[in-house]
């Protein structure tokens, strides 16, 4: 898909995980952020967790990482005089330390989840992580189990492996029903909308191919069954 397509694909999203704005400050006011801390998001997207975290929090530093170019150009448009730096770079290779982090749906970025949160202690000797990933909230069909691949783990698993890594779970909350299926439906809307303005254009076959596909996936294969948890982990 081209350069065009791609930066409207996630106009409509607040940020790029199915979470409510209570929950997202409830998130915050769990992660004790004060004056004086350095607070890196890996894999942060647009950053706007990172944004807000920011704005609320004065003398709080803030670095974004992450790799997409659209999302960052983004973040920076959406930063203003806010104290954030937004750095294209692969976070699993980031060398600085921090105090405080958040890596919201990126586990990927190292390989899985366990590798994600080993590789998180060494970013944060010692503070708190903003931990968001996905588990299995019942057993998965074939389908799924293609889509999401298979380092998947259930929420007892996913803190479990949080516990060997050396984090104490401060917090855990899941997201619901209404969170996931609006995250479903912004990440869907900004190309639902520009088809519906654009049904003859070249591309149009394409973009109706992907949105169908992907609520076909969602209903029949992992609504209910992928879940994603935030958890606020010290150490
Ligand atoms: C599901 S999104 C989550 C974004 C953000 N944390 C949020 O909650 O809105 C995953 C992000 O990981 C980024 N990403 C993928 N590989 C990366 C890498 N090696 N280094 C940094 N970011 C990466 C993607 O560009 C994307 O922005």
Redo the contacts with the bound molecule.
């Keep these: 898909m081209d350069d065009e397509l791609n930066a409207l694909r996630r106009t409509r999203m607040r940020?790029?995980?199915p979470l409510s704005e209570p929950h997202a400050e409830l998130l915050l006011d769990r992660m004790a952020l004060d004056a004086g801390h350095d607070l890196v998001?890996?894999?942060?997207?647009?950053g706007?967790?990172l944004l807000r975290a920011v704005a609320r929090t004065p003398g709080l530093r803030g670095t974004g990482?992450?790799?997409?170019v659209t999302?960052l150009e983004r973040g920076r448009a959406a930063a203003g005089d806010r104290a954030v730096e937004f750095v294209e770079?692969?976070?699993?290779a980031w060398e600085g330390r921090a105090d405080r982090a958040?890596c919201?749906?990126?586990a990927?970025?190292f390989g899985s989840t366990k590798a994600a949160l080993d590789g998180l202690a060494r970013k944060v000797p010692s503070g708190r992580l903003l931990y968001?990933d996905g588990f299995w909230a019942a057993p998965p069909n074939p389908a799924a189990q293609e889509i999401f691949g298979p380092d998947m783990l259930t929420l007892p698993d996913l803190l479990d492996a949080a516990a060997a890594a050396g984090w104490r779970v401060l917090h855990f909350s899941t997201a619901d029903q209404l969170e996931w299926d609006d995250f479903e439906s912004t990440s869907r809307a900004g190309w639902a909308e520009w088809l519906a303005a654009h049904p003859d254009d070249p591309r149009a076959g394409e973009v109706r191919e992907w949105l169908d596909r992907r609520l076909r996936e969602y209903v029949r294969d992992y609504r209910g069954v992928l879940g994603f948890t935030y958890l606020v982990l010290e150490r």
């Design positions: 940020w790029n995980t998001d890996l894999g942060c997207g647009w706007e967790l990482v992450d790799t997409d999302g770079a692969d976070a699993a958040f919201i749906g990126s990927h970025i968001g």
